[in-house]
């Protein structure tokens, strides 16, 4: 086993990944420890030379074949697969995104190597790796520890790392495989932009699960009208179609920092959090008082929204019409 | 094209989580368990590939965890053709890694060629089982799906990135999916005709393969709550007083528009 710690540079239309800087930042601490190096991995179809070297690793391998021209899970994993039986490193670290939920798990499996799962904190404590992974909907961290492994990263965990590098980028063959693959990339489709662009709204009001229909999204209209904002969403709303997917607020949808997010029967999971929590004034309204949403709101309370929002709204509009 | 959905009983989150003596792990005895979400948009998602015809068919297949009966049946009950329970002693809970093993050696043998799956729940400390089994088997995934269509000799799927963006890939051979969500909310079944499936029966039981090989590697220390980073200023009362306060923390901050 050796010391270095490795890191999956995602990216996408040819822009690098936000969370490239944050593990590689995280890499580098870990290699500190571990006297290895902060080592890069960069697949891509020919525009990442640039990139590489401006990346803050030690040490950049770069592949590069046309199947890496977009983000296609069975080529990476084919790629990432050799250099991790090649270089064995002590720790590879894959943002916890759609592409490292498709690959840290793949690889985890096809070479037996442990994996900690939306991780938020890593350490070397001697001859371990000691990881710390947000679990049952972000209600309980566990802490455990590996001798060596995966984890895949939750965004927003680390701070990017400061500053470039200088790192020494290294051309990597391509794999055998890449030539004779079972998928194939159809096309990547952008978002309507027909709907409210609720990353520019300012005022947010944001229904959960716990509004419980769609014929309950009218109360969250009303008191968004009185404020002067729109209606946005969490996941299982959007998916039921009681909004459409453009009001989406978290990891799958848009991250917002409005002037007040006020989320309604919204428990506030992990992927939910990640999308809002920078918002100015946080106002949280769920009957369930351990709901991680109120470890981000600055003021919450437990009763009823069906009681609150009609008695929020009423208020507003008193206000505004005396004004 | 026959379809398998492995489905599994998760701890229903809305319950009080209690840590056992050690801290190690939950305490499961008196919790609820509920079918997890994301495997019911994966079975809605191969119920609607059923209905396009072709001549689909739709195999679930749980452990015998608490309460999976109720979940086999309601799938069965939905349209499924076939339910599998394997049996084996599953109440202490089992890694993603376990269950991935014995899902592949079973799934190994039934002869699918998709297998759709929920992208995640919420114990997937090591990893989701989907896309571990897919490592197992040594079959293509993708995960994050939002559609999983008919196409060619194999199925396109729409796989979901940030900011709604997403991605269209086409898939030939057999193939391991992890369902985000279906084209729509998963189907109500009425009771009844859970019943009704219960009273004719038809769920297949096997005895679950060994187990006791890799269960992930990795060594818990201790599971805890995570300390609140900003905790939320609780505001009690009727929901007049509340609403009176909120309206004046929103107007302090000049957000009441005139």
Redesign the interface.
């Known amino acids: 086993m050796g010391n270095d710690i490795l890191v999956l540079v995602e990216h996408?239309a040819g822009a690098v990944h936000d969370s490239a800087a944050e593990l590689l930042g995280k890499a580098r601490e870990l290699a500190g420890a571990t006297g290895g190096q902060a080592v890069a991995v960069l697949l891509h179809d020919g525009w990442g030379d640039t990139h590489a070297s401006a990346l803050p690793a030690d040490r950049v391998l770069s592949v590069e074949h046309t199947a890496f021209a977009?983000?296609?899970?069975?080529a990476y994993?084919i790629a990432l697969e050799a250099i991790l039986r090649d270089r064995d490193p002590r720790l590879t670290l894959i943002a916890n995104?759609?592409v490292g939920?498709?690959l840290?798990?793949?690889?985890?499996?096809?070479m037996?190597?442990?994996?900690?799962?939306?991780c938020v904190d890593l350490a070397i404590d001697g001859d371990v790796v000691?990881a710390t992974?947000?679990?049952?909907?972000?209600?309980?961290?566990?802490?455990?520890?590996?001798?060596s492994?995966i984890a895949?990263v939750v965004a927003g965990a680390f701070p990017p790392a400061e500053g470039g590098g200088a790192p020494e980028v290294e051309a990597v063959a391509p794999m055998a495989g890449l030539d004779s693959?079972?998928?194939?990339?159809?096309?990547?489709?952008?978002?309507?932009t027909s709907d409210v662009d609720i990353t520019a709204e300012?005022?947010l009001i944001s229904v959960g699960r716990g509004i419980g229909g769609e014929e309950n999204v009218e109360l969250a209209q009303e008191l968004a009208d009185a404020?002067?904002g729109v209606v946005s969403a969490s996941?299982p709303v959007a998916?039921?179609?009681w909004l459409p997917?453009?009001r989406?607020v978290g990891?799958?949808?848009?991250?917002v920092t409005p002037?007040?997010y006020i989320a309604c029967g919204i428990?506030g999971a992990p992927e939910h959090l990640e999308g809002m929590r920078d918002a100015?004034?946080?106002?949280?309204i769920n009957t369930?008082?351990?709901a991680p949403i109120?470890?981000?709101?600055?003021?919450?309370?437990?009763?009823?929204l069906f009681?609150?929002l009609p008695?929020?709204t009423?208020?507003?509009e008193a206000?505004?019409s005396v004004? | 094209m026959h379809i398998v959905v492995p489905m599994k009983q998760t701890v229903d989150l809305v319950e009080e989580l209690e840590l056992n003596d050690e801290g190690t792990d939950i305490e499961r005895e008196y919790l609820t368990f509920v079918s997890n979400e994301w495997d019911e948009q994966a079975l809605e998602e191969a119920l609607l590939l059923k209905e396009a015809g072709g001549g689909t068919t739709v195999t679930v297949i749980g452990l015998d965890e608490t309460d999976v009966d109720q979940t086999l049946f309601a799938a069965l009950a939905k349209g499924a053709d076939r339910a599998i329970k394997l049996s084996g002693d599953f109440e202490g809970g089992i890694t993603s890694h376990q269950r991935a093993a014995i899902l592949a050696e079973v799934v190994g043998g039934l002869d699918a060629d998709v297998v759709l799956i929920g992208v995640q729940s919420p114990e997937d400390l090591d990893g989701q089982t989907g896309v571990l089994l897919a490592g197992l088997l040594g079959r293509p995934h993708v995960s994050v799906a939002i559609a999983v269509e008919p196409h060619d000799a194999g199925v396109k799927v729409t796989q979901e990135f940030g900011a709604g963006v997403v991605h269209e890939i086409a898939v030939t051979g057999p193939a391991v999916v992890g369902v985000q969500a279906a084209r729509q909310a998963p189907r109500y079944v009425a009771i009844s005709r859970v019943r009704q499936a219960m009273q004719s029966g038809g769920l297949e039981v096997m005895d679950a393969p060994d187990s006791s090989g890799d269960a992930g590697g990795l060594t818990i220390r201790r599971l805890y709550a995570p300390e609140m980073s900003s905790q939320a200023e609780m505001l009690s009362g009727d929901a007049e007083d509340i609403a009176g306060r909120l309206a004046q923390i929103i107007a302090d901050r000049g957000l009441v528009k005139a």
Do not use: C
């Open positions: 996408h977009n983000f296609l899970p069975e994993v995104t759609t939920m498709d840290a798990g793949s690889l985890s499996a096809r037996s190597s442990p994996l900690v799962a939306y000691v992974s947000q679990v049952f909907g972000g209600k309980l961290n566990a802490e455990v520890e590996l001798p492994g895949s693959l079972s998928m194939t990339f159809l096309g990547r489709i952008e978002p309507e300012e005022i404020l002067g996941r998916d039921a179609g997917k453009t989406q990891k799958s949808g848009r991250k002037r007040l428990s100015e004034l946080i106002i949280a369930d008082e351990k109120f470890d981000v709101a600055h003021f919450g309370t437990t009763e009823d009681d609150i008695a929020l009423e208020r507003i206000a505004t004004a």
